[in-house]
């Protein structure tokens, strides 16, 4: 969670750049903390092949915030990510796409997902069980305020346990502005193991 104390009256957007992470290791990078707002979420993902980190690329980590103040841009170094392990390959693996999956990516590039404000773009998101074989619940987290997942229903969203996918809808109040914006999916069982970050672009149409 990327957090920040807002003072002397400062309320606009600000940006936190994230760099240096070890080899294998993907992050929700730029954080963009909303006008108004004091938080937003990112995600530390772990490649399959991924390397145990070392101490020396543990260290090396930056993070840098930055907004614009009084029409200048203001920067400041923040603490990095401190140490970081390698875990046991969870026993849930999530994957977030759009609906319809695109025909090809380019290298780490993040998928997107784009949604028209007053709009609803369709997503996917399939499971990889190894081991959890009970239902399982999730959220979509980082969303832009005014942005949300929709017909969840009373018990939220849930892939049964003999599931393995479900396709979700996105939807966009009319008066978010154009923004991009890192997203992911949660598991609320098995460790909490989520997505690789998801691009969420809000373009008029």
Do not use: Y
């Not at 990516?105 to 998101?125: F, K, N, S």
């Not at 980082?142 to 942005?147: C, D, M, R």
């Not at 939807?171 to 998801?198: H, I, Y």
Request: contains cysteine; charged residues 20%; proline residues 8%.
């Amino acid at each position: 969670t990327a957090a920040a104390t807002r003072i002397d009256g400062f309320d606009g957007p600000i940006t936190v750049d994230i760099s240096n992470v070890p080899p294998g290791f993907v992050v929700s990078t730029p954080l963009t903390i909303e006008a108004g707002h004091t938080q937003a979420r990112g995600v530390l993902f772990a490649l399959p092949d991924a390397p145990a980190p070392t101490a020396q690329n543990q260290a090396a980590t930056l993070v840098r915030t930055r907004a614009t103040v009084d029409g200048q841009e203001v920067a400041k170094d923040a603490n990095n990510l401190g140490t970081i392990k390698l875990g046991l390959k969870p026993k849930l693996l999530a994957t977030l796409t759009p609906e319809p999956m695109p025909v090809s990516t380019e290298g780490d590039t993040p998928l997107e997902i784009t949604i028209a404000p007053g709009g609803t773009a369709t997503a996917r998101i399939t499971l990889d069980r190894n081991g959890h074989t009970d239902l399982a619940s999730f959220d979509v987290e980082n969303l832009p305020h005014g942005v949300i997942v929709a017909d969840l229903g009373l018990n939220g969203l849930l892939i049964r346990a003999d599931e393995n996918e479900r396709v979700i809808f996105i939807t966009c109040a009319p008066w978010v502005q154009e923004m991009d914006r890192l997203c992911f999916a949660r598991c609320q069982q098995a460790g909490n193991p989520t997505s690789k970050p998801v691009m969420l672009k809000v373009r008029r149409k």
